[in-house]
């Protein structure tokens, strides 16, 4: 199993322009998440999926999209980049989304706008 | 709402001494409690987890205990590696289908030889 991949790995981008980045998971895993990891603030969530089809928003989602048309990918877009968006963007899935349940974390995609 | 709150960081420490990070936590039912680690350049990866109060979860030398008389989940290791150096993240779980952890902000650890 590859788990949870992310591409690309670093990624820079002018004010305004678009782009998305990708997530797919071989695990079967029913919910997915994005997050985003600004230093020393942790994890922010962006949105998150229980299942195909279904998505909602979390903490911060202004500027954000997403879709899950499939179990395994769900692809996070970003419209019209600004600066606020440079961070560190971390996919992650998780099989029940129970309170139990643990989450794994793909490798990450180092975004900055300039 | 459920909160984290950990240690500031960093935390430095020689090789093979002991290392307490401090993790409390506030939130409504029983949740389930987390650490995860992130070593430099990757994703976070589980470290232990505790499902009920008093569960101790146990990885690699790791040790935490939930104690909910305290609310806490502190993170100790009798003897660090500089392997060791990372990020660390305590994260909670609320009880009653919650599928959206809540995560502390990291405490990083340096570890010297």
């Known amino acids: 199993n590859a788990g949870v991949t992310q591409t690309p790995k670093f990624r820079i981008l002018k004010i305004g322009q678009s782009m998305t980045l990708q997530c797919t998971q071989d695990?079967?895993?029913?919910?997915m998440y994005w997050y985003r990891q600004d230093p020393g603030m942790g994890l922010k969530l962006i949105y998150y999926s229980v299942g195909a089809g279904i998505t909602d928003k979390g903490e911060v989602p202004n500027g954000y999209n997403v879709s899950r048309s499939t179990t395994e990918d769900f692809p996070l877009r970003l419209e019209l980049a600004a600066p606020s968006q440079t961070s560190v963007y971390f996919c992650?899935?998780?099989?029940?989304?129970?309170?139990?349940?643990?989450?794994?974390f793909g490798p990450g995609t180092r975004l900055t706008v300039l | 709402g459920d909160s984290v709150t950990q240690m500031e960081g960093p935390v430095t420490l020689s090789e093979e001494a002991f290392l307490t990070i401090n993790c409390t936590y506030t939130?409504?039912?029983?949740?389930?409690l987390f650490w995860y680690v992130q070593y430099p350049g990757e994703g976070l990866q589980l470290l232990l987890k505790?499902?009920?109060?008093?569960d101790k979860g146990s990885n690699k030398g790791f040790e935490a205990t939930y104690r909910k008389e305290t609310t806490s989940f502190h993170l100790e290791k009798g003897s660090v590696q500089v392997s060791d150096s990372a990020v660390y993240f305590c994260a909670l779980s609320a009880l009653g289908g919650s599928y959206i952890p809540t995560f502390g902000r990291g405490t990083s650890l340096i570890v010297h030889p």
């Open positions: 505790a499902t009920k109060a008093d």
């Open positions: 695990m079967n895993h029913n919910y």
């Open positions: 992650a899935s998780s099989y029940e989304g129970t309170s139990t349940d643990t989450q794994y």
């Open positions: 939130a409504t039912g029983y949740p389930s």
